[in-house]
């Protein structure tokens, strides 16, 4: 009886443990600032740059975290460890300043190496210098919301935008982007959480050319037949618009589309772009541009969507004043679209009239109120239904 109750515990504490480690955190670089004075008047560094490193849950709480291991990546010819600490191995660096919230949860970055060599590609960029240390504490809750860890200060030594070239963060405990698995966030009980780094494939810069648009994250997803571009910017300042670009092998690009950008944001905005004709594999990236003509791109996000036929592809997904429809038929004829709610009530009914191959139209939703719809399309005895959310 006593065998049975302790295999009964133990097979209840590996279940509780793999639900632990299915929640998953993110990291992100945020805020980053730059100064053109020489930080201590004797070079090689021209000015300095700081940034901060958050981290949140993607959903739900993860109590007692008590061992964080993480680091960055920065170029040596942009960026130099200040003067001190230098290049040493050390506990509490003096440029690596812990939050007020993680130190008083009795938080230190221990065993700190700013130095390590080693060369990396990510986002377009080129990496040779790594940071490897351990956050260790009492305990701390992560939940959804974001929340600094600490903020470093780096010597810049480059003489044009961004100064300070530019900086990643890795991944760790089997998470993606980033090629070290060994970085992780773990709690009291020594159970580990995939943690997925924001600002690995869309560096961040340093120095006088930082964008006017913080960018958090930018992926290329497929849904039905087409391909889905979303973007999040954490900031925008003097921000004019953004333009989606795409290629067939990752070397020559093509633009597929605009949208504008807020202008001036202090809060996340989120972006979507829709490709009723994506390719396989397809490439995407973003060039982000402000109103003073200076512009940057994003990482480069890589799908392998193919478009079905007949092809019905409805965008924006969800739809605000119009919907745009790309329907691909055999042979040209009159096309009827309605548009129903989920008990079948007719809310709109048209028709068009289509010539073979691909075609575009568009239908005017800016009356409907918000909800999920269905839109249903006759072609002769075809009949194509797809869902249609309406902002």
């Known amino acids: 009886m006593r065998k049975k109750l302790f295999l009964a515990a133990f097979l ?41 490193i958050q981290l949140h849950t993607v959903s739900g709480t993860i109590n007692n975290v008590n061992t964080i291991s993480m680091g960055w990546s920065y170029q040596s010819a942009f960026a130099m460890i200040p003067g001190n ?15 007020p919230a993680f130190a008083s949860a009795g938080f230190a970055f221990t065993t700190v190496n700013q130095c390590g060599t080693f060369t990396q590609t990510a986002g377009g960029q080129t990496f040779d210098r790594r940071t490897v240390g351990t956050m260790d504490g009492t305990g701390i809750n992560l939940t959804t ?22 900086v990643i963060i890795n991944s760790g405990a089997g998470g993606t982007p980033g090629p070290f698995p060994t970085y992780a966030v773990a709690n ?17 810069p340093l120095g006088s050319g930082s964008l006017p648009v913080t960018l958090a994250k930018f992926e290329a997803t497929c849904s039905s037949n087409f391909a889905v571009v979303s973007w999040q910017t954490l900031s925008e300042e003097n921000s004019d618009h953004f333009e989606i ?11 597929i589309a605009s949208r504008p950008a807020a202008g001036s944001s202090a809060t996340a905005r989120q972006y979507e772009y829709v490709d009723p004709s994506p390719i396989a594999p397809g490439y995407y990236r973003l060039k982000q541009i402000d109103k003073d003509g200076k512009f940057s791109y994003s990482g480069v996000a890589k799908t392998t969507c193919t478009s079905k036929s007949p092809l019905l592809v409805l965008y924006p997904v969800p739809a605000t ?32 009239d289509l010539v073979k191959g691909e075609n575009q139209v568009q239908l005017n939703v800016s009356r409907f109120s918000s909800g999920q719809y269905i839109l249903s399309v006759q072609d002769g005895e075809k009949v ?6 309406i902002k």
Do not use: H
């Open 12 to 52: 209840s504490a590996i279940l509780f443990v793999g639900q632990l480690k299915a929640q998953v955190c993110e990291w992100r670089i945020v805020n980053p600032t730059y100064s053109t004075a020489d930080p201590d008047g004797a070079g090689p560094a021209r000015g300095s740059a700081t940034f901060t």
């Open 245 to 255: 670009e795409r290629s067939t092998n990752g070397i020559n690009w093509q633009l």
């Open 321 to 352: 004043d119009v919907v745009n429809i790309t329907l691909t038929i055999e042979q040209g004829s009159r096309v009827s679209f309605k548009i129903l709610d989920v008990t079948g009530k007719v809310y709109s009914s048209s028709s068009r």
């Open 85 to 99: 600490p230098g290049c040493n191995v050390v506990n509490n660096p003096a440029n690596v300043s812990v939050s």
């Open 384 to 389: 194509y239904t797809e869902k249609l959310l």
């Open 188 to 204: 009291v009980n020594a159970n580990e959480f995939v943690v997925n780094s924001l600002s690995y494939n869309n560096p961040v």
């Open 145 to 166: 919301g974001w929340i600094d860890v600490f903020t470093v200060t780096l010597w810049t030594l480059g003489t044009t935008a961004p100064e300070g070239g530019y």
